[in-house]
Structure formats: structure tokens, C-alpha cells
């Protein structure tokens, strides 16, 4: 009998056997309990290869959105299992180490944001995925980097709009639409972190790679970028083109699948600024390990619990997304 208590620690910290095959545990496990797992693609590779399914944000809250299964266990970030959990509050949702937080959504706490809000009567509030439910209940409607552009521009062009919590984004968004949403002061430490000048290097040693950058990086990567999207949309880039090799300015787990889908193609992590490290990693998405994972199956915890109230305004919003994402056939 495990003890409920050890939710304060973020994850089940007892020894997995080291004669186990943990592969074949996992999906034993899976089996038996009816349990789904889903992963972001900036988990770690061999978690992304036993998900049953690996997407971006938007395509793991669809899936958690449909899925039958009884138990979902999201790998990703603590706003992916709440964004589940929201989605399908009758299955238990898991996220094996639910100290996986994210800057982000840090950067923006919901009584500040309300305050923001306050100070901007008549907008309406679009927030990108990466914030709490609180944040949620306080959204007209949720965004992801993949369908942020048609989302605000299914609003009338007059339309006054307060958009957080990531100001890259949004100010990308901002030039893309000519909009003037106005925009929190948030950001993601780890997209932040890219250095135009180890990009610019880069390139210089490899001329013929394309340049493919997330647009939570700041303005000066992007406009160096020959192309930005969602994690899902710089994959169906690399997939699509005719280009061989590509300088990837976004959190190296990403690799992982296009090499898996581009054998022949040559993917270079971009380097961020204050490290010899040739890799940019999201640490929080990382605290995901498949002995985490095994345990969090074996013993059902660490688990998602929202309070009711919040999940009935936080699912507004968010049902809002899938809905405009569906008619737009995203
Ligand atoms: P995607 O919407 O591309 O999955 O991005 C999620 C994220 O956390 C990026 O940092
Ligand atoms: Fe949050 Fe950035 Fe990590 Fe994505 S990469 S989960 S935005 S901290």
C-alpha cells in the first residue's frame, strides 16, 4: 500500500526492481488498467517510443478529449495533465513526475492576470495552453502555437484582445495578423535562451540548412528563421520540404521524430546562449523518467485533482479551442 500523502513529493520515489523489463511492464500495466499514455514531443525518446500517441499540445488535449480509455497518463507538463484532466474529469489523469512545471505558465499567476484583465475592460482574453486552470477560468478561449493565428483571426479585425502569457508569441502573432492584442509579459526560459549568434555560426558551417524555429523564441531567432511554427507544424515542415538539413530552434526532444520520420535528413539542434551545450532542453519536461512512469502505472499515483467548480469554467474556454480547431480541420 502505497501512501496518497507522497503527492507533496511530485513522484513515487520507490526503487523500480532492476530485474525487470520495464518495456514489457509498462504495457502490461497499460493493458490491465485500460490506461492510455500520451507524450509531448519534448519528452524523452524512449518515453515518446512506448506512448501510445505523441503529439503537441493541441493534438494531446484532442486525444485526451476522445480517448475511452479509463486512465490517462500524460507525459508532458503539469498544464497538460490539468488540460486532460479538464477535458475528461470522469478518468484519473497521472502525470509520472508532477513536479514537471513549466516557466511559462509560471510567469503568469492568476491573480495578477485577473488584475491585468481588470485594467483592460471590453477585450477578450485568448491564453495560450501553457497556463493553469485558474488562468483558464479566466480565458474566453485557449490557444496553442498551432492554431493561435486562426484563432485570433476568427475574431472580428476590430476586436480588442488581451493575449497571454507569452509575449514572443504573441507579438509574433501580433505581425503576422497586424492585431495590437495586448500582450503579458511572459515567456519560456528555454525558448528564450536561443543564441542568434551560435545560429548564425551555425549556418555558416552548414550554408544549405533551413532554419526552424517555435515562436516562443524571441523576435531576433524568428526573423532569422526560414520558417515557425508548433512543434507539430515545424515536424510537417522538415517532413514536406525538399531541403535535406535543418538548424532546429526549439527543445531538442523534437528530433526524435523527425528522425524517426526523415531517416535521410540531417536535424541540428540549435545551441542556446549560456551553455557549451549543443542542446537546448526543457528541464521540467525531462523529470519524466520511464521508472517514474512504470511506478506511476503500477501504484496509480502521483494523480490530477482539480477542484469541480474550476473544472467547469476552465473546460469553457478550452472546448472553445477544439471546437474552432475542428471546424478549421486542425
Ligand atoms: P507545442 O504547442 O508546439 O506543443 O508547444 C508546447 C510547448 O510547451 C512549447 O514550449
Ligand atoms: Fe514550458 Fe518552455 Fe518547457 Fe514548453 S519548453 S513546457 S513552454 S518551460
Same mark, same amino acid.
Given at each position: ?35 492510455i ?7 524523452k525518446?524512449? !518515453?515518446?517510443?512506448?506512448? +501510445?500517441?505523441?503529439?503537441? $499540445? ?5 486525444? *485526451?478529449? &476522445? @480517448?475511452?480509455? %479509463? ?6 507538463v ?26 511559462l ?11 491585468? !484583465?481588470?485594467?483592460?475592460? +471590453?477585450?477578450?482574453?485568448? $491564453? ?5 486552470? *485558474?488562468? &483558464? @477560468?479566466?480565458? %474566453? ?11 485570433v ?132 519536461m ?42 478549421l480541420?486542425?
Amino acid at each position: 500500500m502505497v501512501d496518497n500523502n507522497f503527492q507533496t513529493a511530485g513522484f513515487l520515489n520507490i526503487p523500480v526492481p532492476n530485474n525487470i523489463d520495464l518495456i514489457k511492464e509498462i504495457h502490461k500495466l497499460k493493458e490491465e488498467k485500460n490506461a492510455i499514455i500520451l507524450a509531448h514531443y519534448y519528452q524523452k525518446a524512449e !518515453i515518446q517510443d512506448i506512448a +501510445d500517441f505523441t503529439g503537441d $499540445s493541441l493534438a494531446l488535449a484532442q486525444w *485526451a478529449a &476522445k @480517448t475511452d480509455a %479509463d486512465i490517462i497518463v500524460l507525459c508532458g507538463v503539469h498544464f497538460m495533465g490539468e488540460t486532460a484532466k479538464i477535458l475528461s474529469p470522469e478518468k484519473r489523469v497521472f502525470v509520472p513526475d508532477l513536479n514537471a512545471g513549466c516557466s511559462l505558465a509560471d510567469s503568469c499567476p492568476a491573480d495578477e492576470f485577473e488584475k491585468f !484583465i481588470r485594467k483592460h475592460p +471590453d477585450h477578450v482574453v485568448i $491564453s495560450y495552453v501553457n497556463t493553469t486552470a *485558474a488562468v &483558464k @477560468t479566466l480565458t %474566453d478561449v485557449v490557444v496553442t502555437s498551432t492554431n493561435a493565428r486562426q484563432i485570433v483571426e476568427s475574431f472580428p479585425p476590430e476586436t480588442k484582445i488581451i493575449f497571454g502569457p507569452d509575449k514572443n508569441l504573441g507579438n509574433y502573432i501580433n505581425g503576422l495578423t497586424g492585431r495590437n492584442m495586448v500582450l503579458w509579459d511572459g515567456a519560456c526560459h528555454v525558448h528564450e535562451r536561443f543564441s542568434l549568434e551560435k545560429i548564425v555560426e551555425l549556418k555558416k558551417q552548414h550554408p544549405d540548412a533551413l532554419i526552424l524555429a517555435h515562436p516562443e523564441c524571441k523576435s531576433v531567432i524568428l526573423d532569422a528563421a526560414d520558417f515557425v511554427g508548433s512543434t507539430s507544424d515545424l515536424l510537417k515542415f522538415a517532413t514536406h520540404s525538399e531541403s535535406n538539413k535543418f538548424i532546429v530552434a526549439t527543445e531538442w526532444g523534437i528530433l526524435h521524430e523527425m528522425k524517426e520520420k526523415n531517416p535521410d535528413k540531417q536535424f541540428i539542434p540549435a545551441p542556446p546562449n549560456d551553455s557549451t551545450c549543443a542542446c537546448n532542453e526543457c528541464a521540467y519536461m525531462r523529470l519524466n523518467t520511464m521508472e517514474k512512469l512504470y511506478n506511476c502505472l503500477k501504484y496509480e499515483i502521483p494523480e490530477i485533482f482539480i477542484d469541480e467548480k474550476i473544472i467547469e469554467k476552465a473546460s469553457k474556454p478550452i472546448l472553445k479551442m477544439l471546437e474552432i480547431s475542428e471546424k478549421l480541420g486542425l
